[in-house]
């Protein structure tokens, strides 16, 4: 029993002194639990961005836009005119729209009925439902604000009917929506979603991690020290690295559509050539990544520690598994900075509305500038590493 127990001691005592071991043993679950509290611990409401073009410009109009603006749940856009509502449409970049049309005030103000225009955006069956109820919340409180005080107005003037007091209570609406689909996202649903979330899922793991364990697997295998002996130059290397994380990227693509799409049936646009240069921003993006995290780590056990623990956490924070708009805001906020988001965005939009490429200049203008910098980075950090590889 002795002899049990001294093992047992000496086990504990090298877990101790072992940082890898001790922070995915007790660090990284506390981590993952604070994460995941953070993003569904919550209150369970999420915002939801809603443009507003506003064609009637009346007082009740505005008063109609205050009313959503003065939500905790929606993140209200004004529109100015039929073209920045276009644009907005046909980036998909929000949630819903709402045209306020022409005489709305008017006919509030008289006794009759408003009817608003709202389009729903499909692209994710989730939120397209809570944007949906959201909407028609706000505006049953507005209806039944109006109501009430059409109620107190007819009490005070001294003329009251209870039987028609009653029929207005059940009937009486001022304002009416008429929901229409955003055009190109009726027939979304969860699968196709998820599917294109899951080429996502290579831009972390098949590009970033990957180039990352190709660096730091040779260095402990010693294949670097043989590799400097050669005339091959430090470029050539970070080279070679890339275009190998590139080609496994782009069969995991290849892989998950030929799988997919037989078993899943998605209604998807495929657009190879748009679809093929926006998948190689995003992998380049985790590549350089990952080169870099291989050149910073001194161990090969920290280098393939950290870059797992990046892409398990970038996976929550670039909308692979759900949108991101259940993202609290501060999180939310995050993914403005994280590249692989925007590839993202862009794949989707190829592969559901069918979008070129050419719609989504600024993304992919972003992305390009980010793997050159990155790039360049990279390729100073890395050269400087393997000059120190004695041989």
């Known amino acids: 029993m ?10 504990l005592k090298m877990m101790l002194k072992t940082k890898e071991v001790l922070f995915w043993n007790i660090a990284f679950p506390i981590i993952l639990m604070l994460l995941f509290s953070a993003i569904f611990g919550g209150s369970g409401t999420i915002t939801i961005d809603i443009g507003i073009l506003d064609q009637d410009h009346s007082d009740m109009s505005q008063l109609i836009i205050d009313v959503f603006n003065q939500t905790n749940v929606t993140n209200i856009v004004i529109l100015k005119d039929n073209q920045s509502l276009y644009d907005k449409l046909s980036k998909h970049e929000l949630d819903a ?3 306020i049309p022409r005489g709305t005030g008017k006919n509030i103000t008289t006794g009759f009925q408003a009817e608003l225009k709202v389009y729903i955006d499909n692209s994710d069956p989730n939120v397209a439902d809570i944007s949906t109820g959201i909407i028609k919340s706000i505006l049953d409180g507005f209806n039944s604000r109006t109501r009430s005080m059409f109620e107190e107005y007819i ?6 009917n ?9 009937y009486a609406e001022a304002i009416k929506a008429k929901y229409k689909p955003v055009k190109g996202t009726e027939r979304i649903q969860y699968k196709e979603f998820i599917l294109t979330g899951i080429i996502g899922y290579g831009f972390l793991f098949s590009s970033m991690v990957t180039a990352t364990a190709s660096i730091v697997n040779e260095r402990k295998s010693g294949t670097l020290k043989r590799l400097m002996l050669t005339p091959i130059k430090p470029i050539e290397i970070l080279l070679g690295k890339t275009f190998g994380a590139l080609f496994s990227t782009l069969l995991y693509t290849f892989l998950v559509l030929a799988i997919g799409i037989p078993l899943l049936q998605p209604k998807i646009h495929l ?12 992998s380049l993006s ?3 990544i990952g080169l870099i995290i291989s050149a910073i780590f001194r161990t090969t056990e920290g280098a ?9 956490f970038l996976q929550w924070f670039i909308g692979i598994w759900f949108p991101l708009e259940m993202l609290p805001p501060y999180l939310r906020q995050l993914t403005n900075y994280i590249p692989m988001a925007y ?8 592969l559901l509305y069918g979008d070129t490429i050419l719609i989504h200049l600024t993304e992919t203008l972003y992305l390009t500038i980010f793997v050159v910098i990155l790039y360049t980075l990279g390729s100073i950090v890395l050269s400087k590493m393997l000059k120190t590889i004695e041989v």
Do not use: W
Request: net charge positive.
């Open 304 to 312: 393939s520690g950290f870059a797992i623990i990046i892409g398990i």
């Open 286 to 288: 985790g590549i350089v």
């Open 2 to 11: 002795k002899r049990i127990i001294s093992v047992a001691k000496y086990d």
């Open 343 to 350: 590839a993202l965005d862009v794949v989707r939009a190829i």
């Open 155 to 160: 009490k005070n003037s001294g003329v009251f």
């Open 97 to 99: 729209y709402i045209i």
């Open 162 to 170: 209870q039987t028609m007091l009653e029929h207005m209570r059940a």
């Open 271 to 282: 657009l190879i050539p748009d679809l093929t240069i926006v998948v190689i921003l995003g």
